[in-house]
Structures are given as structure tokens and as C-alpha cells.
């Protein structure tokens, strides 16, 4: 089949498979009159397969095989987990089509509502209870986003590392015209104002000063909604994304920065023409990459710039967390796994390589990248100065809001449209959309 299934035949794919599990289900549950749920028993000698549907987060086969796999093995030595990185090359509709989904999902906790659309996980709460998962352990900003995905109470995912972000910087080009490197605690007018300093052209290269990313990334940082989740109204047309747009615009403004191709991350990594990049830290796979094939730049990064309303923050949280499918047979063995991998000894190991924890513990996230090598030296301290924005509540429409946010974004920077314009304008299609979608 070409076409992309619509939401409404995939749903009744789901239901048609969750109704077969629910039949087998039933016969496990605890008996009525039960208080709390009870760990069902696990058969620790049958071997088992889980595989994890993994998306987001730039993660690696050697990675997650040193970090996750090769653990869960030493303590589970009946389990093997199967790593389905970028989706193993398959699309999510894919796998609910065949009627073949993962046991496991590990994603952007952001994007929980693309899996819950079609039911696709489970209710983790009854686990955290049987299993006595300690959830006051974790990082409580993480747990708040977390439980804001559960109209009802639900929680879907458990956090297993999280993201921070920070501006990295190319030290050559810095030191090639003379300007002083950034520093933390800078402003965007300040990184704007340094951009200035080193946007030239030289010897036929064009040095790219200064790249945000998109309008939408600015916007995470003010914790700004697209979409009011109790009335499904557009929120776009406001003060907060007006001073984003300013900012964004004023950014592109600089010579050199309005260059779209290729994408930021080659500019900075590939082409090496970028000199400042405000990015997450999944980049830092790819950093390590290249510093192992030794054509890595004299590189380092700061905190990330902040807007003088919300200063000492960061980026939107994005947490990379583990849920468990409701299909699967092995829900028990699945929260085993995660309960075990978000153990502080098993943080302590994300931590040292390159996966900040999610546990609030100050002493693991004193271990991050201590098994790095390619982070000697660099300025840790600095990036952790910011703490992440708090996520707006989420709504099942903002995906079709944040395109348009971002072309309306591009054309005021363009010069194609002023910022209120452009505001009314993405507002009002926005809502045409929400409208088309509330009615299928």
C-alpha cells in the first residue's frame, strides 16, 4: 500500500488486535476485592525477546547495546531486548498495519500523544504500584510533563534520560577573526551582537554566524502552547510568540544566517562554516563520531542564550522515555526492565556516557561524561547552568499548528509579511485545521 493509512482505519487495526490481547489479559488479573494490583509472577527461566521501537534522541546500536542491553542481560539473563533504532528503517504505521507491534516503545516523551492516538500503550500506573517504583526518585519537572499526557490519571511513560541544551560554538572560526568566545549567562541580543562579529565571507566562504534552529525551538523556552487543550483554540497570535518572531527575525537578519541549506547541524558539523549552533545535546553522539574519525573542529559550547523574562532557561524538557505496548505479552517483564534501568547504578552508567539522568540525584549528574573522552575539558559546568523550560500542557492538535508557526516565522524573516500578520494569519489556519480535524 502507498498511501499513508488514515487515523480512522489504523485505530480500528488497533482495537481489532487489543481486543484479541484483552481476551488472554483478562485471566491474569488480580482477584476482585484486591486492593492494589500484584506483581504478577515471572517466569525468569522462559527466554524471552522484547523488542523497542526507538525513535528520537540520536541513539546508537553501540550505545544502547552498552548502556541498556548488555545490563539487562547480566540481571535478566532469560531477556534480550532488540533494539529497533530509528524504527528499524520502518515507519510506526508500518508495524500497526502488519499488525507486528514492538513491545516496547522508547521516544521524545513530547510525542507521547503520536502513540496514544492509536492506543498503543499501556497504563503504567498499576505496574508503579505492584512494583513499588519509587516515582519521587525522578527529576520533578520530567514527572510533571510526564503526568500531563494522562487526562485521566493515566502514565504512560517512564523517563529514562533527559536532554539539555546549550550553545555550541566553533573555536577556528572564533580564533580565525579575532573575537572573544561566547560566554555563559549571555542574552540573545548578546549572541546576536558576537554573530555580527564574525559574519563574513573569506576566501570564498561564507561564515554563518548564528543558527536557533526554528521559531519553534525559541518558542519552547517561553513554554509557549500552540493550541488551548480545554477549548482546542489556536493560542499563536500572542505576546509571547511576538517577542519569539522579533527575536527570530532579528537572528536571521545577521548576513549569512537566513541560509537554509543544508540543514544546521552539517553547517556546523560537515561544512564547518557555522559558528555558533543552539542545539539539545543529542548532537553529542555525532561530535564523538567525528572526534574518533579525527575530523572534529576545536569545539565547546556555553549555556544556552536566554530572553531577559526568562532568565537561567533553557530549551523545552525533552525526556527520552520507556512505555510498554499494550499488545505486548510481556508487560511484566517490560516494567522489570525499565524499573531496572532506571536503578541508580544503571543511571550512573547512562550518565558517565553521555545520557544525562533522569533522577534528581545531584551526584549522578556530577558522573555525566566522565566515560567520554571527547568532553575532557569542555565547559559541563556551563551548559548546566540553565534548567529546561516546563512543556505547555499538551493538546492532540499541536502538530498541526507547529508547521504553520514555523512558516509564518520564515516569511516575516524573508521580508514576505510583518510579525502581527503573520500571526493573525497562522492563528487563523490553525484553527481552519483543528476545525477540519475535530469533525472527522
Known amino acids: 500500500m502507498g498511501k499513508k493509512l488514515s487515523f480512522r482505519l489504523i485505530s480500528v487495526l488497533m482495537l481489532a488486535a487489543l481486543s484479541l490481547v484483552g481476551c488472554s489479559a483478562s485471566q491474569s488479573q488480580p482477584p476482585s476485592g484486591s486492593n492494589e494490583p500484584a506483581a504478577a509472577a515471572v517466569n525468569n527461566s522462559k527466554p524471552i525477546t522484547l523488542r523497542v521501537y526507538q525513535i528520537h ?12 542491553v548488555d545490563p539487562v542481560k547480566k540481571k535478566f539473563p532469560n531477556i534480550t531486548l532488540e533494539f529497533l533504532i530509528n524504527g528499524g528503517g520502518r515507519k510506526l504505521d508500518d508495524y500497526i498495519t502488519a499488525g507486528d507491534i514492538p513491545d516496547m516503545f522508547m521516544f521524545a516523551h513530547q510525542f507521547t500523544n503520536d502513540f496514544t492516538k492509536f492506543n498503543l500503550l499501556t497504563d503504567l500506573s498499576g505496574l508503579i504500584k505492584s512494583h513499588s517504583l519509587d516515582m519521587n526518585k525522578f527529576d520533578p519537572t520530567t514527572i510533571a510533563d510526564i503526568r500531563d499526557f494522562g487526562a485521566k490519571g493515566e502514565i504512560y511513560d517512564i523517563p529514562y534520560s533527559i536532554t539539555f541544551s546549550a550553545l555550541y560554538y566553533n573555536k577556528d572560526i572564533f580564533d580565525k577573526f579575532g573575537v572573544s568566545y561566547p560566554k555563559d549567562g549571555m542574552t540573545w541580543d548578546d549572541a546576536i551582537e ?3 562579529r564574525v559574519a563574513r565571507t573569506d576566501g570564498g566562504v561564507v561564515y554563518k554566524p548564528l543558527e536557533p534552529f526554528t521559531a519553534r525551538h525559541l518558542g519552547s523556552v517561553l513554554s509557549l502552547p500552540y493550541v488551548d487543550p480545554k477549548t482546542n483554540k489556536a493560542t499563536v497570535a500572542t505576546d509571547g510568540w511576538r517577542t519569539v518572531f522579533k527575536v527570530y527575525q532579528d537572528i536571521r537578519a545577521v548576513p549569512g544566517n537566513n541560509e537554509k541549506k543544508p540543514g544546521p547541524v552539517d553547517s556546523f558539523l560537515k561544512d564547518q562554516n557555522l559558528a555558533m549552533l ?22 565547546d559550547f556555553t549555556s544556552y542564550p536566554n530572553f ?15 512505555t510498554i505496548s499494550q499488545t505486548t505479552k510481556y508487560k511484566e517483564e517490560a ?17 558517565q556516557n553521555k545520557r544525562l539522568t533522569s533522577l534528581k540525584d545531584p551526584a549522578i549528574k556530577a558522573e555525566f561524561g566522565k566515560n567520554s573522552a571527547f568532553l575532557k575539558g569542555k565547559n559541563l559546568a556551563g551548559v548546566f547552568k540553565n534548567e529546561a523550560a516546563r512543556n505547555p500542557a499538551p493538546s492532540i492538535y499541536s502538530n498541526l499548528v507547529l508547521p504553520l508557526v514555523n512558516a509564518a516565522s520564515n516569511n516575516v524573516a524573508d521580508g514576505k509579511t510583518d510579525i502581527n500578520t503573520a500571526l493573525k494569519d497562522a492563528d487563523e489556519k490553525a484553527n481552519q485545521a483543528i476545525q477540519a480535524a475535530l469533525v472527522q
Request: proline fraction near 3%.
Open 57 to 68: 534522541g540520536s541513539y546508537t546500536q553501540d550505545e544502547v547495546q552498552k548502556i541498556m
Open 194 to 196: 558576537l554573530g555580527r
Open 278 to 299: 543552539a542545539n539539545y545535546s543529542g548532537m553529542l553522539g555525532r561530535i564523538e563520531e567525528q572526534t574518533a574519525a579525527g575530523t572534529m573542529f576545536n569545539w
Open 308 to 322: 531577559p523574562q526568562a532568565p537561567g532557561r533553557g530549551l523545552g524538557l525533552e525526556a527520552h522515555v520507556l
Open 335 to 351: 516494567f522489570q526492565v525499565i524499573s531496572f534501568l532506571t536503578e541508580k547504578e544503571n543511571q550512573i552508567l547512562a550518565s
